[in-house]
């Protein structure tokens, strides 16, 4: 059965760090691109960063420098390390996979009973 | 950046009527546009991929149409279940990738 399901959100304040986690089972998470999304309450959806199945990751660049994804093989699980935090990071995090399509596009594929984990910034 | 700009805002419909959306994208994105359904406490869905096809399990109402910076997705007759944000979303800028503002579809 394939399921992501996020982790490690809380209440943190300005400046400080937390670690987001997405247990990933079903697939193999080094074998496929996987990306974070999140959604700050009341606004829209805003993707934050990939890592591709080679290594290489990307980010958007309201995070680029602060926040690094990774993975961790042993125990199949993506991560978010989220560095220097600030109120305008609070948000629901979710974690997400990218499905190949013949176009030779990719899109993002989320859990149906993922609910996300929610970081909240705040002094 | 590509920045996608969704129409309307806000759109309030009853069940069983028609729903157009429609998102406009900065430069051309081929037919690299996807839409997502997001419900309250729910992971987002995806409906359409690559402007027109849908996505696994998704029911016929939904359908999408366009191409290079010209989008629309329409639901031919509301059911209950399917007020939401929607949301669009370009891959033609590899690797970034942008979603539209949203869309709430709203029951009248």
């Known amino acids: 059965e394939v399921r992501l399901e996020e982790s490690g959100g809380g209440l943190v304040q300005p400046g400080g760090s937390l670690r987001l986690s997405c247990a990933v089972s079903g697939f193999t998470v080094n074998f496929n691109y996987m990306s974070w999304v999140r959604q700050v309450p009341g606004k829209g959806l805003e993707w934050i960063s990939i890592l591709y199945s080679g290594g290489a990751t990307f980010y958007a660049d309201s995070v680029n420098g602060r926040f690094t994804i990774s993975r961790d093989t042993s125990n199949n699980t993506l991560y978010l390390q989220m560095n220097s935090l600030r109120a305008e990071d609070t948000a629901v995090y979710y974690c997400?996979?990218?499905?190949?399509?013949?176009?030779?596009?990719?899109?993002?594929?989320?859990?149906?009973r993922g609910q996300g984990t929610l970081v909240s910034v705040s002094s | 950046e590509i920045v996608l700009t969704q129409s309307p805002v806000t759109l309030s419909l009853s069940p069983g009527e028609r729903a157009t959306l429609s998102c406009r994208a900065s430069?051309?994105?081929?037919?690299?546009l996807a839409w997502y359904q997001h419900k309250p406490g729910r992971a987002p869905r995806l409906l359409i991929y690559?402007?027109?096809n849908r996505a696994t399990g998704i029911p016929t109402r939904f359908s999408g149409s366009g191409s290079g910076t010209d989008f629309t997705l329409t639901i031919s007759s509301l059911e209950p279940e399917d007020f939401a944000v929607y949301y669009c979303?370009?891959?033609?800028?590899?690797?970034?990738?942008?979603f539209g503002q949203g869309s709430r579809l709203e029951i009248k």
């Open positions: 979303l370009q891959r033609g800028n590899w690797p970034r990738i942008t």
């Open positions: 997400a996979r990218e499905d190949f399509y013949l176009s030779g596009s990719y899109y993002l594929w989320f859990d149906p």
């Open positions: 430069q051309s994105v081929g037919t690299y």
């Open positions: 690559d402007a027109a």
